[in-house]
């Protein structure tokens, strides 16, 4: 984990959610380092004023920030932004987001990344992964790669999907029958893993240039 001490005490997640969080404590519970967090704090203050100012990313902000475009129809950002909402209120909160980037950190252990690529498939949250869940998802990152695929052979990939990890023949994949083929299929945790995010200072750097310079003016 990145913990480590920090010339900045703690940083504000937002005026609605009237709470301050210390970034070294965020470093100690993933993969980033306490300057890291800080950046991506930068990061988080630009996405959320982007359309609401109210210190919060709203789901049009965020997909503003991935998609250049807030009004695009796409069911894997859906998913993505349940993910960063942990508290399901529509808004995604500091820690949030400091949390479910780093599901997305390549030091993050492949257990931890399967374990939320299930999330991501099972749209309805049951527990399993259902055939038309899979179906769903297996055309919306073929769009996301912009390929288009007939139906037939979509159908083709979700049968030979669920011939392989459905173990107990029951028309659907709970997770540990998920476990076990994603173990077989390390290629499927592709879309779970920002290599970028192993030096966010050389990702953003104009963020970190702000911070420095705000920083240098104290």
């Known amino acids: ?17 009237n709470l301050e969080l210390n970034p070294a404590i965020l470093a100690c519970k993933t993969p980033f ?4 967090v800080e ?21 049009k902000e965020l997909q503003l920030a991935l998609f250049q475009n807030s009004s695009k129809q796409n069911l894997f950002f859906d998913r993505i932004f349940d993910l960063f909402n942990v508290n399901n209120n529509g808004r995604i909160e500091f ?8 599901v997305f950190h390549p030091r993050t252990p492949d257990e931890v990344k399967i374990t939320y ?20 998802m297996v055309v919306a990152l073929l769009n996301e790669s912009d390929l288009i695929l007939a139906d037939d052979i979509v159908e ?8 392989e990890a459905d173990g107990k023949a029951d028309g659907r994949i709970d997770e540990e029958e998920w476990k076990e083929y994603v173990a077989k299929n390390p290629s499927l945790l592709k879309n779970m893993t920002l290599p970028y995010l192993m030096d966010i200072s050389l990702a953003f750097p104009s963020f970190v240039l702000n911070t420095q310079a705000e920083e240098s003016q104290l």
């Open 1 to 17: 984990m990145g913990c480590a001490s920090s010339n900045k005490a703690r940083v504000k997640a937002g005026p609605s959610a």
């Open 33 to 36: 380092s306490v300057s890291e």
């Open 39 to 59: 950046s991506l704090y930068e990061l988080y203050k630009k996405i959320s004023s982007s359309v609401v100012q109210d210190g919060l990313i709203h789901k």
């Open 95 to 102: 820690e949030e987001f400091v949390h479910t980037l780093s």
């Open 117 to 136: 690529a299930f999330k991501l498939y099972d749209l309805r949250h049951t527990g399993y992964i259902e055939r038309e869940e899979l179906k769903e």
């Open 156 to 163: 083709m990939i979700v049968n030979k999907t669920f011939m």
